[in-house]
Protein backbone atom coordinates (compact mmCIF):
# COMPACT_ATOMS: atom_id res chain seq x y z
CA UNK A 1 0.00 0.00 0.00
CA UNK A 2 1.28 3.69 -0.75
CA UNK A 3 0.44 6.32 1.15
CA UNK A 4 1.05 9.99 -0.09
CA UNK A 5 0.94 12.51 2.94
CA UNK A 6 0.04 16.32 2.41
CA UNK A 7 2.68 18.98 3.51
CA UNK A 8 3.61 22.53 2.08
CA UNK A 9 6.64 23.48 0.32
CA UNK A 10 8.19 26.16 2.63
CA UNK A 11 11.80 26.81 0.84
CA UNK A 12 13.66 25.63 -1.90
CA UNK A 13 16.87 24.17 -0.83
CA UNK A 14 18.26 23.41 -4.25
CA UNK A 15 16.70 24.29 -7.59
CA UNK A 16 19.17 22.46 -9.84
CA UNK A 17 18.54 19.19 -7.86
CA UNK A 18 15.18 20.15 -7.66
CA UNK A 19 15.25 19.61 -3.74
CA UNK A 20 12.95 21.71 -1.57
CA UNK A 21 12.14 21.80 2.03
CA UNK A 22 8.49 20.75 2.99
CA UNK A 23 6.32 21.23 6.10
CA UNK A 24 4.68 17.89 7.02
CA UNK A 25 2.83 18.37 9.94
CA UNK A 26 4.90 20.76 11.70
CA UNK A 27 7.92 18.61 10.77
CA UNK A 28 10.21 19.59 7.80
CA UNK A 29 12.08 17.83 5.72
CA UNK A 30 13.97 17.44 2.31
CA UNK A 31 11.56 17.02 -0.48
CA UNK A 32 12.40 16.06 -4.55
CA UNK A 33 9.79 18.01 -6.47
CA UNK A 34 11.10 16.67 -9.49
CA UNK A 35 7.48 15.58 -10.02
CA UNK A 36 5.89 18.33 -9.87
CA UNK A 37 7.77 21.05 -11.55
CA UNK A 38 7.91 22.10 -15.50
CA UNK A 39 8.61 24.75 -17.43
CA UNK A 40 5.22 26.58 -16.42
CA UNK A 41 5.53 26.20 -12.58
CA UNK A 42 9.54 26.03 -12.21
CA UNK A 43 10.77 25.68 -8.57
CA UNK A 44 10.58 29.27 -7.31
CA UNK A 45 7.13 28.76 -8.02
CA UNK A 46 6.34 26.13 -5.77
CA UNK A 47 6.78 27.78 -2.67
CA UNK A 48 3.33 27.41 -0.35
CA UNK A 49 2.49 24.75 -2.69
CA UNK A 50 0.76 21.79 -0.88
CA UNK A 51 1.98 18.27 -2.03
CA UNK A 52 1.29 14.65 -1.53
CA UNK A 53 4.92 13.06 -0.10
CA UNK A 54 5.49 9.61 -1.11
CA UNK A 55 9.13 7.94 0.25
CA UNK A 56 10.96 11.77 -0.22
CA UNK A 57 9.09 12.50 -3.25
CA UNK A 58 6.60 15.48 -3.90
CA UNK A 59 3.98 13.28 -6.06
CA UNK A 60 1.55 15.48 -6.87
CA UNK A 61 0.00 19.25 -6.06
CA UNK A 62 -3.06 19.31 -4.46
CA UNK A 63 -5.54 21.91 -3.13
CA UNK A 64 -5.00 23.51 0.24
CA UNK A 65 -8.54 22.20 1.22
CA UNK A 66 -8.09 18.44 0.56
CA UNK A 67 -4.79 18.58 2.54
CA UNK A 68 -6.29 19.92 5.76
CA UNK A 69 -9.26 16.91 5.38
CA UNK A 70 -6.13 14.10 4.68
CA UNK A 71 -4.46 15.17 7.69
CA UNK A 72 -7.33 15.27 9.70
CA UNK A 73 -8.15 11.97 8.48
CA UNK A 74 -4.83 10.70 9.09
CA UNK A 75 -4.92 11.74 12.20
CA UNK A 76 -7.88 10.24 13.36
CA UNK A 77 -6.64 6.84 11.80
CA UNK A 78 -3.87 7.10 14.02
CA UNK A 79 -5.75 7.58 17.49
CA UNK A 80 -7.55 4.68 15.98
CA UNK A 81 -4.45 2.46 15.71
CA UNK A 82 -3.78 3.36 19.12
CA UNK A 83 -7.19 2.74 20.58
CA UNK A 84 -6.89 -1.08 18.96
CA UNK A 85 -3.46 -1.33 20.29
CA UNK A 86 -4.69 -0.30 23.57
CA UNK A 87 -7.79 -2.63 23.43
CA UNK A 88 -5.50 -5.60 22.12
CA UNK A 89 -2.88 -5.47 24.92
CA UNK A 90 -5.64 -5.18 27.64
CA UNK A 91 -7.10 -8.37 26.60
CA UNK A 92 -6.92 -11.17 29.62
Known amino acids: MCLGIPGQI ?3 IDA ?3 MAKVD ?3 VQRPVNIGCIVDAAHPP ?3 IGD ?3 VHVGFAMSRIDEDEAHKTL ?3 TELGEA ?3 LAAIKASKG
Open 24 to 26: IAG
Open 10 to 12: VEI
Open 44 to 46: AQC
Open 50 to 52: WVL
Open 72 to 74: ALL
Open 81 to 83: QEE
Open 16 to 18: DDL
